[in-house]
């Protein structure tokens, strides 16, 4: 099965079939967009076989089936326990609709040779919680079934990518979510002997971390909040990543986030146990004397004379965790357990920021970006920068540490330069907030970074193009950076934006467009480009 937007985006689907036959709302879903909604993928999947038997199961209203209908020498067995089919398309010449429930194993059984011998399954039940879908997959497994199913809301819904997504082996499992419903599309193949789609991101290795912090002496009241349960339910995205993955923990929490990651990634991870209150940096191959014990207390000490404003779980202990993301990939690259070219950070509960930077995760590792890349939110100017007593009161930040990438040795060199970074300003009476050292490190070395744009929930999303609000970097970054004449990142900005909007992957409404179109043409000019 090959599938490619190319051929979906030809395909004659508005003439396919009246509008009436389904209410407004549903009839704008039918007929929208790849990416948006699935049916047109759906119709063009049913072109790649003739004379076959397909089966929908939840046929709801009767869309997918209708769109599986397409091809008309294919036979439509679709299944609900309810009636709930317009009219139109029940009349349908090519679809057979039945009133059964092929999650009871005995009528299951009953179906059994017509389901071994379709060779696609569309599955969109409720309540998407993932447990009918893990039983029809495992049904599947047991009657040694070869031919594919078609996953709908596979991201959306968090118990769907818990409880079912994650479960299917990476090797069998594509994500179509681009080509299919915005909620996520996920096709299972059952059978080695097909041509989907995967990236090759097995050069890479990622790195992340939980030590628990409730235990340390400087525990807020808004640290002890967040229980071990809450950053574990958070985490099962990231432990279920299909990459090479070294985990540093306590080892008090070993066991359960090991009993999370898939048993088939057992080979591509790595754990490593350690005292979080006993790291230390590590400079020219020498151990510094100092532990995080004793920079706790240098740090409490500095914000008492320099106090400032400041989210209450930022405490002493947790701004070192922070740092701790840069020692510990400064020796996973050293150790390089699974002999990788490129290195990125995630944080252990990066789907809290959204779900939509797990989809495109692994798009945005096939980018394969050499430099020291992070997402750009806020452009903070260097003059702030320089008069360090002003730029380290409000905590401002301009860079994002939850998610950044690079080769070995541009990762080893920046994650170097920001311990630096943060020992200087340690001495200096500070003691804040490891984004905070995004900017001057940039300042003085900015042939190391490459940046991409949008905020927080964005971290991953906008990697490679702008796919979410891309208003944010509009309004924050492009009209700050031209704001303190900061011209050339203004308009490298702009281009990154525009590109995505032309592109396609984005859409930004008429004002925000002629805003983004304007400071474009004015650093255009004042750059002579």
């Not at 090519?94 to 696609?120: G, M, Q, S, Y």
């Not at 003059?383 to 007593?389: D, F, I, M, P, S």
């Not at 934006?497 to 474009?520: P, Q, R």
Request: aromatic fraction near 18%; charge should be negative.
């Amino acid at each position: 099965m090959f599938i490619d937007k190319v051929n979906i985006d030809a395909l004659p689907f508005e003439s396919y079939c009246a509008k009436e036959l389904f209410n407004q709302n549903d009839a704008k879903e039918f007929f929208d967009k790849p990416g948006q909604q699935h049916y047109r993928l759906l119709a063009y999947i049913s072109t790649l076989y003739n004379n076959q038997n397909i089966i929908d199961i939840g046929t709801h209203r009767g869309s997918s089936s209708m769109a599986l209908a397409y091809n008309k020498t294919n036979t439509i067995h679709t299944f609900d326990i309810q009636d709930k089919v317009y009219d139109g398309i029940k009349d349908v010449n090519n679809i057979t609709f039945h009133n059964e429930d092929l999650f009871d194993r005995t009528i299951f059984d009953k179906w059994k040779d017509v389901i071994l011998a379709c060779p696609i399954i569309f599955l969109d039940v409720d309540p998407h919680n993932g447990d009918m879908e893990y039983t029809l997959y495992n049904y599947l497994i047991d009657i040694k079934y070869k031919g594919f199913v078609i996953c709908d809301d596979i991201w959306f819904f968090k118990e769907m990518r818990d409880k079912f997504w994650y479960k299917v082996p990476y090797t069998m499992r594509y994500d179509l979510t681009q080509l299919g419903h915005w909620s996520g599309t996920g096709i299972i193949a059952f059978d080695d002997n097909h041509n989907l789609h995967k990236y090759d991101n097995s050069d890479w290795t990622l790195v992340t971390a939980y030590f628990n912090l409730t235990k340390c002496k400087d525990a807020s009241i808004e640290i002890n909040k967040r229980d071990f349960d809450y950053y574990l339910n958070s985490a099962i995205s990231t432990l279920s990543l299909p990459y090479n993955l070294v985990i540093y923990c306590d080892t008090d929490s070993y066991e359960a986030i090991k009993a999370i990651r898939p048993a088939f990634l057992a080979e591509k991870t790595k754990y490593i146990l350690k005292d979080f209150e006993e790291f230390k940096f590590i400079k020219n191959n020498v151990e510094l004397n100092d532990s995080f014990k004793d920079y706790r207390e240098k740090i409490i000490t500095n914000r008492e004379n320099k106090p400032y404003q400041f989210d209450n779980r930022n405490t002493a202990s947790y701004y070192l965790f922070c740092m701790a993301r840069y020692t510990m990939l400064k020796e996973a690259i050293k150790t390089n357990t699974f002999n990788s070219t490129h290195f990125s950070w995630i944080n252990f509960c990066i789907e809290r920021m959204g779900y939509k930077n797990i989809i495109y995760l692994d798009e945005a590792l096939s980018t394969k970006r050499d430099k020291f890349s992070t997402c750009y939110i806020d452009y903070i100017p260097e003059a702030l920068v320089k008069n360090t007593a002003e730029y380290f009161q409000f905590g401002r930040c301009g860079m994002c540490s939850g998610f950044f990438t690079g080769n070995k040795e541009y990762m080893f060199r920046v994650c170097d330069l920001i311990e630096d970074k943060f020992l200087e300003y340690l001495e200096k009476g500070y003691g804040h907030a490891d984004e905070q050292l995004y900017s001057p490190v940039y300042f003085e070395n900015p042939e190391l970074f490459e940046h991409y744009y949008g905020d927080y929930s964005q971290m991953v999303t906008n990697y490679k193009y702008i796919y979410d609000a891309p208003e944010q970097p509009i309004y924050n970054f492009i009209s700050n950076s031209y704001k303190f004449q900061n011209y050339t990142k203004c308009y490298e900005a702009c281009v990154f934006v525009m590109d995505s909007h032309y592109a396609h992957k984005c859409t930004i409404s008429g004002e925000w467009l002629a805003k983004l179109c304007n400071f474009y043409m004015n650093c255009k000019n004042i750059l002579n480009i």
